[in-house]
């Protein structure tokens, strides 16, 4: 398929006259500008911008444009990447262990047009939800984990992401915590579902510490995966309300309503080329 | 005092080039874009944007910008206006009639230094409020009103609004219907507060209404006020939930909640210059 | 199954002592209150109790208990019922087209243990989801209608739900406008959900409508069918902001999120016997 | 004024009969119940009831009614108060720095009679707020305090609260850590609002803490102060959405517009006794 669009994530020091030649540079080429954001941090004197055009009346060939970008990329010192549609679909992992609801929640948004990606595969430590991939002709790869053979599996995962090409990898309820060599393996490329509102309630069950903490509200935060726990840079969060009439049963099928919600939105923000990371926070140039 | 920063507002036909020639326009005069947002409407095939830039280095003096721009703008066909921050605080006439909940927010945001303008005047049919006026040192103008002399106080209205120069006329819950020739007078000029989320309860008592339809959830909207009423262009509106619970005093004191904080986030986008109407709606350049 | 718990619903005109003297003919059969709500309509003078309780040390079998209510509910010339848990679970028929989300969020409820009843059928009028149903074993009835054939159809609709025995009529997004004769059918059993925060809205294409009128905030509202569409007492309603960067396409996707958690919330409401139709309006029980 | 409403606040062990015995404690004396609310803690069997009732042709005289509850209260072993309406109403001590939104509110809100109190007077270790306190003819009470002063200036503090026998210290955004002996003479009766959702972002600075960390979402939560620093019981929460583009004045600003809410509603949920504090938890019985 022939790229219609391109879009290119930008960040370099502030400095005067970057929008004006970033967008000449596209005019003079004969792109439309279909959307362009741009954010200054003014306290860091940096500069982040999101820009989508429309290669129509290019005058470039989209396999030539990032050769044609890079003189004025150097010129800024930017730290940038074009990413064309069409070219190719984002290959994504879906890493499940024994909950299904925001696997499900994916596969849906998938089918109904929502996000553009391809699921190429399934891993999971448990068989629980095989029948799930089967029925959406998914292929399922059963890989246990436990303390001693974690590394040789982390392995098998690896090989397993390289083989399908994978681009993304979404962490839906993965009860496992992924190695420092694992996440560094994937930058900005491991998408995590933290069931609170972060940081309150870092590691295990926060919805048991919620409960016992007496808050009236919880919440649900991804995030890009790093090797501090529960500390990568946050994409979304989403909360909702609740009382003592709560259950800890309650709290966690509250939960799984923004779990779902919150994970689906951050991968379609990826998906759409909408986040820049920069230090421990994200740029989310939202719709 | 001297405009450090200038805040272009435009619309015009979606056409290449208009990004990169404003944004040079901008460049090569030494202005520094603090923050550029622009919106396509793909239906209509217009384009909206809104530019804001420092003056610090600007090559031109702030009050030759108009003239300079003039000729890019005729380009375009574009309907544009240039601010300039500092060269004089917009003057705001607050409506008032016996409900204090969103004048005092206003009061108070604008003494918080959260909004940016001058109180040059409250008007009210009233005379309940005179005090709150008298503690924060602005005239307070009691111009009653009834079928009788409406047309007539009306007219003593817009003489005072003259005399105080006044840039925007806010309502907050006046208690009045403003003529069509009031409303024609200040186009875009006018922000009210309907206490429902519009389109729902239009009209009297929304409140009223809402408790005999049983809703789970009330609103209030701020929107331009027109010759059709409740039916101007929305600027903001928020919600919060309600059940069997409630009486109608319960709603109307969660209203008020409401109420005051649409209004003042309508005004402050206003006074920031965040707003572009095109035909019966908004587009809010939000922060 | 054994029932371990009754729930009583009822409503009457308020007068002294009818919590103490059904809180007292809980308490001298043995019967522990787990929970108890209550509400006194003031205006209307009515009286609306929903209370729970364990038949663990019930000094009469389950069996008897209507019966033996009888004689307190006369005196209080009272609207009531009494469920039964685990008598049997209650049969609910989802009506669907061609939108599969809320009937997908339905269907993975009830296998989460969220809600608690049974599915035996799912009727049609479009074969698209088919495969959706044969996934979850459930029988799939195709059932076209069209103008001229629509009583017919709605007929052979009414002898399916009544052979499989329907306590409860599910619209999931059905987009036929059932009949009055069919409303009348199953009063207070049918739960709809229209993708707008009614009583804005009313009627086909609502998110058109609200990108029309330029909304800020669109809405979902479940409700009961009646025969005024779109008019029924309203259960659940929930709102996400929107802006002018929305397209249609996009309040549409942001719509379904809405749709199907305010409609399966609704559900289990019924379910868990926490609702109490009062005229045009609900009072529901939530927990 | 003769009190027209009683409130009983009890917990004790889950038993059976709890309900029905005090509901026919009130019946049998010709109270009618207007609202009643309870709930079981199934972990801690633990039961909690508030119930309101009218006195209107109450056999006993209001003052005989602590007396009169008191043997079936033992009974139950039950922790427990009675409030009598219109006796003599909460007597409130607002405290202070230099932010006037909170104290503002509390204000208005009572003279628009959302809540129903006597403000009394109010302390402050900075003299800023003082003309909105002389506006409100409340006597105002300068108390600087310094490290070196701090046990003797809170010396002061508490006589001033006993001097005018304060039932309820609020604390709107004061800005000093009272001590343990301070906390421990008012148990329960000490309002304080943090700006963050607890438990993120204990202590300083937290809208820094919430930007540093990068959250979308920042909060506020109004609890029972209590010796260990924004650990006591979480009476209300509620959050607002940020993104990238807020300075940490927007957050300020947006964080405000909670504060103010989220202690506005604590103060009338506790001047209403909604509240039971087991351990450090609250039961909220919201309207």
Known sequence: MIPTKAILLLSCTDTLGVVSRISHFIFE???????????????????????????ESFSIPASDLHEAFTPLAKEFKADWKIE????????????????S????DLLWRKEAGEID???PVIISNHPDLEHIAKNHQIPFELIPVNKENKAEQEKKEVELLKKHKI????????MQILSESFTAEFPNQIINIHHSFLPAFIG???????????VKIIGA?????????????????DVTGVSHRDSLNDLVCKGRDLERIV????????????ILVYGKKTIVFEK
């Open 204 to 214: 295990g069950n926060p919805y048991k510490q919620a409960q016992d903490r007496g």
């Open 167 to 174: 681009d993304l990898v979404v962490l839906a309820r993965y």
């Open 84 to 99: 064309l549609n069409g070219k190719k679909k984002t290959k994504v992992a879906i890493f499940v262990s024994k909950y």
């Open 221 to 237: 935060t991804s995030h890009y995966a790093t090797k501090d726990l529960d500390e990568g840079p946050i994409i979304q969060q």
């Open 29 to 55: 080429r004969g792109g439309n500008i279909i959307d362009l954001d741009q954010h200054v941090d003014q306290e860091e004197h940096r500069f982040f911008m999101r820009v989508e055009w429309s290669l």
């Open 263 to 274: 994970l689906s939105r951050a991968v379609k923000l990826h998906l759409e080329h909408r």
């Open 117 to 119: 990606c391809e699921f």
């Open 101 to 104: 609801h925001c696997m499900i």
